[in-house]
């Protein structure tokens, strides 16, 4: 699809017209008819404000009705929207890119089960996009504001999954990437009793999402957390969808990690991972007799997998954690069941995460344009070369990930081996000479 990605549409703010909006409505109505009921929100970028208004204007030009919820993080959006009796929910995000950008996000409902927007959906969006109209449109008389009951009801979800915590004896340090997650994350653990110390809360539209701070930038929240000898720390990425944390010396605790503590803590015979998972990860679930489904990168293609081998947790190493019962990555959920699992056993967070032994990776990022990252599953040559450096790794005991970035126009070379600084010479050398042949 050419505005469809892994992860709904992502463009440059600017892009989003009013008439691209609007041709993403007539989509939808073409889709699911003009009978539906569509509930918008989205992040704290200053894009999301005029996105949102112009989206308003467009359901109203349709005769849709609607409903807004402003700043709320994705996995709140994609829970609250069947709870509120809405049939489709559009979350406009980038997710952990830049302010600069900004994304769709489409969820709808059927059979009484929320999911990413199908493929049939997409594509009537997409066949509306390749011919634009301007529509005469109608202004809203009325912008009817639901983000306190939206809150509300999301809370109450977190509150009750986790069930009769009391966080009081946590010292925890809390990123919230100046995103979505500012609205509810240090309030949610504040009421659990933990005592928070909070960082980039700005749940204001503004420029600074995700500027140097949340789960893509952990250095403010690090030091934070050695500073203020806290227990640990929580990241949140712009939408909220996925998390990281750091423990008491610094130290980053990721995804794998995370599944690791949380497969055990639960008692779990399995597991959905990606094709980035940590060889150490791996490591521990064969010595451990659990089964690791590997996917292709992406928290749909998780819970895909998740679905079709009914396996109940799911992951990514980036921090987006599916679990069980639930059927989309949440960080804050995820962040109030790992301090669950802390206060419950009474371990640090250091403690709890040497389950698995990491072995050294590398991610080396290649700018690429999108006819480069087609190049490089068409190129012969590229694919000799990543033969050559793959035959190299497995000399190390390693393993060699390349695939272009579904969000963006980067190509990503991932490498896992026994000796850090031989993979990280072999990453660079591999982007060097990748580069001259795309």
């Given amino acids: 699809m050419k505005h469809f990605g892994t992860d709904g549409i992502r463009k440059k703010s600017d892009e989003f017209t009013t008439d691209f909006l609007t041709a993403i409505v007539k989509g939808l109505v073409d889709y699911a008819s003009d009978n539906i009921k569509v509930l918008i929100g989205g992040d704290t970028r200053e894009s999301t404000e005029w996105i949102l208004a112009d989206l308003e204007t467009a359901l109203e030009t349709f005769g849709i009705e609607y409903g807004n919820v402003g700043v709320l ?24 890119n830049p302010y600069t950008d900004n994304g769709i996000k489409i969820f709808e409902c ?52 986790v069930k009769d915590v009391n966080f009081s004896n946590l010292r925890i340090g809390l990123d919230s990437a100046n995103g979505a997650t500012s609205v509810i994350g240090k309030e949610i653990f504040e009421e659990l009793g933990a005592n928070i110390f909070p960082i980039n809360c700005d749940g204001s539209y503004n420029t600074t999402i995700n500027q140097n701070c949340g789960s893509t ?4 929240l690090q030091k934070l957390v050695k500073d203020q ?10 939408d909220g969808d996925r998390c990281l944390l750091v423990d008491k010396d610094g130290e980053v605790i990721d995804g794998d990690q995370i599944i690791a503590i949380l497969t055990d803590f639960l008692g779990l015979n399995s597991a959905v991972v990606t094709v980035m998972a940590n060889q150490g990860l791996l490591n521990w679930a064969k010595e451990n007799k659990i089964n690791l489904e590997i996917t292709s990168v992406g928290d ?14 799911g992951g990514e190493q980036s921090g987006h954690i599916i679990l ?11 962040a109030l069941f790992i301090s669950k699992i802390i206060s419950e056993t009474g371990k640090s967070l250091d ?88």
Wanted: proline share 4%; hydrophobic share 35%; with cysteine.
């Fill in 73 to 96: 993080p994705t996995p709140a959006i994609n829970f609250c929207f069947k709870e509120m009796g809405f049939d489709i929910a559009i979350d406009v995000t980038a997710s952990h």
């Fill in 110 to 161: 059927t059979n009484g089960s929320t999911r990413k927007l199908c493929e049939e959906g997409c594509g009537a969006i997409e066949k509306a996009l390749e011919d634009i109209n301007h529509y005469e449109l109608i202004s809203p008389s009325i912008r009817e504001d639901l983000h306190d009951e939206a809150i509300n009801i999301y809370k109450n979800h977190l509150k009750e999954y």
């Fill in 300 to 313: 749909s293609n998780v819970a895909t997998a998740m679905h079709e081998k009914n396996i109940q947790l």
């Fill in 351 to 438: 403690k709890l995460a040497s389950i698995i032994t990491k072995l050294p990776q590398i991610i080396v990022n290649m700018d690429a344009s999108p006819k480069q990252k087609q190049n490089l599953k068409e190129s012969q040559p590229a694919k000799d070369l990543l033969l050559e450096y793959d035959k190299k790794l497995k000399s190390l005991s390693g393993r060699l990930l390349v695939r272009p970035s579904g969000t963006e126009n980067l190509i990503r070379i991932t490498m896992w081996g026994d000796d850090a600084n031989s993979i990280e010479t072999l990453a660079n050398e591999l982007k060097n000479k990748l580069g001259e042949i795309l």
């Fill in 324 to 334: 069980p019962g639930e059927i989309t990555g949440d960080g804050v959920l995820t």
């Fill in 229 to 238: 000898n806290l227990d640990f720390g929580i990241a949140f990425d712009g």
């Fill in 217 to 220: 930038h952990l250095e403010q």
